[in-house]
């Protein structure tokens, strides 16, 4: 199963999906973008993940275009509106997780939060979808 995580500048949100999503989603080919990445992870999305124990330092910001010609099973955008580029999958969901850039570690902490019960959540479905079949 290919899952996709998208934002607009790959460096904070969709890192932390990503990181999440290595963690939950055993057995799962993860992957992140953005339709105008920022060219790095940032160090507080990095911080506030080590809190947790996921280590995303080794992960890089990168842009729809660096994608591999995969046919996605899961695209999940983290943020809404125009602002998000779009990926066909077979199944999408938004989650329009406030973009922490630019703020302090609570705001950091506040998104990784969130964006971990989406993928707790999401991983539950998935789960259950694959022994529905």
């Known amino acids: 199963m290919n899952v996709l995580f998208l934002c607009k500048?790959?460096?904070?949100?969709?890192?932390?999906?990503?990181?999440?999503?290595r963690r939950y989603l055993k057995g799962t080919n993860v992957f992140s973008a953005g339709s105008k990445p920022e060219g790095f992870v940032h160090p507080r999305a990095i911080e506030v993940m080590a809190e947790v124990g996921i280590d995303i330092s080794g992960q890089r910001s990168k842009g729809i275009?660096?994608?591999?010609?995969?046919?996605?099973?899961?695209?999940?955008?983290?943020c809404s509106g125009d602002?998000?580029?779009?990926?066909?999958?077979?199944?999408h969901e938004v989650w329009d997780v406030p973009d922490p850039y630019g703020g302090d570690l609570r705001t950091y902490r506040k998104?990784?939060?969130e964006i971990e019960c989406h993928i707790r959540r999401l991983?539950?479905?998935?789960?259950?979808?694959?022994f529905s079949l």
């Open 9 to 21: 500048g790959n460096s904070c949100r969709s890192q932390i999906a990503e990181g999440f999503a």
């Open 65 to 78: 275009w660096e994608l591999p010609p995969i046919e996605w099973d899961v695209v999940i955008t983290v």
């Open 83 to 91: 602002k998000c580029p779009y990926v066909p999958g077979k199944y």
């Open 111 to 113: 998104a990784r939060d």
């Open 123 to 130: 991983a539950r479905r998935l789960y259950r979808m694959r």
